[in-house]
């Protein structure tokens, strides 16, 4: 992980909750999925830390820091190392030491005769952990294609498969013979988590402000429910267990590990 600086506060770092609400300037871009609401609940309730928010896909996210409208943000892993001036922060990512549900590839043939994989663009670690996981894992050389028109899925050739990330995967779940659980699937060929999105700051945010952020995650994941129920997706009966079970929230020591392997992956595919 050379060239890449990391601001992490654990818990144990932080001072005490009743600290008064920091008033921050600048805005902080997060990913408009389900997997990300016990961050915004407590950026929006905690009462730690008082920003503007930017909500978009997580390649929406890449742009608004390197564009410069946010000096905080929820980014992919697959564009960290790419990024200016950022440094990895605060103990929470979005990861799975389990199956993930919401980045698989859908298909209905078995792995081995996928002739096409028709690539989600909303993220560039998904894209790049189906390539890696072609050429290591599977040992398939499909062909690979940019899925612009979400409506080829209920059209497919044979061959073809869908990378899907997010919140629609849900809506495809049973539409296909096959489902692979990306997140599993790494699990199985590396023995190690996987790590989807990181938090990172410019260099320039002070230490202070990542801790309120943190207070805030905190606080955000203490209330999953409540965050589940605030915004709209309490009709979802797999939304909290969705968050609890599948979705693993803590940045630790196995996590840093997968990251490392999965950089180094990526550099060495060309992946990036």
Same mark, same amino acid.
């Given at each position: 992980?050379?060239?890449? %600086?990391f601001?992490?506060?654990?818990?144990?770092?932080?001072?005490?909750?009743?600290?008064?609400?920091?008033?921050? =300037?600048?805005?902080?871009?997060?990913?408009?999925?389900?997997?990300?609401?016990?961050?915004?609940?407590g950026? @929006?309730h905690?009462?730690?830390?008082?920003?503007?928010?930017?909500?978009? =896909?997580?390649?929406?996210?890449?742009?608004?820091f390197?564009?410069?409208?946010?000096?905080?943000?929820?980014? =992919?892993?697959?564009?960290?190392?790419?990024?200016?001036?950022?440094?990895?922060?605060?103990?929470?990512?979005?990861g799975a030491?389990?199956?993930?549900?919401?980045?698989?590839?859908?298909?209905?043939?078995?792995v081995?005769?996928?002739?096409?994989i028709?690539?989600?663009?909303?993220?560039?670690?998904?894209?790049?952990?189906?390539?890696?996981?072609?050429?290591?894992?599977w %040992?398939i050389?499909? @062909?690979f294609l940019?899925?612009?028109?979400?409506?080829?899925?209920?059209?497919?050739?044979?061959?073809?498969?869908?990378?899907?990330?997010?919140?629609?995967?849900?809506?495809?779940?049973?539409?296909?013979?096959r489902?692979?659980?990306?997140?599993?699937?790494w699990?199985?060929?590396t023995?190690?988590p996987?790590?989807?999105?990181?938090?990172?700051?410019?260099?320039s945010?002070? @230490?202070?402000?990542?801790?309120?952020?943190?207070?805030?995650?905190?606080?955000?994941?203490?209330?999953?429910?409540?965050s589940?129920?605030?915004?709209?997706?309490?009709?979802?009966?797999y939304?909290?267990?969705?968050?609890?079970?599948?979705i693993?929230?803590?940045?630790?020591?196995?996590?840093?590990?997968?990251? @490392?392997s999965?950089?180094?992956?990526?550099?060495?595919?060309?992946?990036?």
């Open positions: 992980m050379a060239g890449i %600086n601001c992490i506060f654990a818990r144990t770092d932080l001072q005490s909750k009743n600290m008064p609400q920091l008033i921050y =300037p600048g805005r902080i871009a997060a990913v408009s999925y389900l997997n990300t609401v016990p961050f915004i609940y950026i @929006e905690s009462g730690c830390l008082r920003a503007g928010l930017i909500l978009s =896909p997580p390649s929406r996210c890449v742009a608004a390197t564009e410069g409208e946010a000096d905080i943000a929820l980014v =992919p892993v697959a564009a960290v190392p790419q990024l200016p001036d950022a440094k990895v922060v605060t103990s929470f990512c979005i030491v389990g199956p993930v549900r919401t980045v698989t590839l859908m298909a209905d043939c078995p081995g005769q996928i002739e096409r028709w690539l989600d663009g909303h993220s560039r670690t998904s894209a790049a952990l189906v390539k890696i996981l072609c050429a290591e894992y %040992n050389s499909p @062909e940019q899925l612009d028109d979400y409506r080829a899925i209920d059209r497919p050739r044979k061959g073809d498969a869908f990378l899907l990330i997010g919140d629609k995967v849900f809506d495809y779940e049973g539409r296909f013979a489902i692979f659980d990306l997140a599993v699937c699990q199985e060929y023995g190690l996987f790590v989807f999105a990181v938090w990172v700051a410019r260099e945010v002070g @230490e202070e402000v990542i801790e309120a952020l943190v207070r805030s995650f905190e606080y955000g994941m203490g209330h999953i429910p409540e589940v129920a605030y915004y709209g997706h309490s009709g979802k009966e939304a909290v267990r969705y968050l609890t079970e599948n693993d929230f803590p940045l630790d020591d196995r996590k840093y590990r997968a990251l @490392e999965f950089w180094e992956k990526c550099r060495l595919s060309d992946s990036y």
